[in-house]
Nanobody
Framework: QVQLVESGGGSVQAGGSLRLSCAASGYVFSGGSCVGWFRQPPGKERERVASIRLFQYTNYADSVKGRFTISQDNAKNTLYLQMNSLKPEDTAMYYC????????????????WGQGTQVTVSS
């Protein structure tokens, strides 16, 4: 059974930083993985924030480019999202996610989800 567990969320003021972590069991974060972060603000659709494929190819939503950085530590089997210069519009539930294989990494390829961690940014 694949389990993804997020941590690191919280409440910060605009301009602050947070680092989210995603620890996996039953799924190995490796050079052959497709893993990423999604978020869902209240009343809005879930959107992809950032992803990393094959340990080198990264993609970011336009709204977070230059502020967020995705990375993975294979030795710790953990995925991270460093979030800097946070804005109130970043407020959302953030989810760790993974696809079955690294060479299939579109939104429809996502198969595993974490329970989410809340990020709240005040102005």
């Amino acid at each position: 059974q694949v389990q993804l567990v997020e941590s690191g969320g919280g409440s910060v003021q605009a301009g602050g930083s947070l680092r989210l972590s995603c620890a996996a069991s039953g799924y190995v974060f490796s050079g052959g993985s497709c893993v990423g972060w999604f978020r869902q603000p209240p009343g809005k659709e879930r959107e992809r924030v950032a992803s990393i494929r094959l340990f080198q190819y990264t993609n970011y939503a336009d709204s977070v480019k230059g502020r967020f950085t995705i990375s993975q530590d294979n030795a710790k089997n953990t995925l991270y999202l460093q979030m800097n210069s946070l804005k109130p519009e970043d407020t959302a539930m953030y989810y760790c996610a993974a696809a079955e294989r690294g060479d299939r990494c579109l939104d429809n390829d996502i198969r595993y989800w974490g329970q989410g961690t809340q990020v709240t940014v005040s102005s």
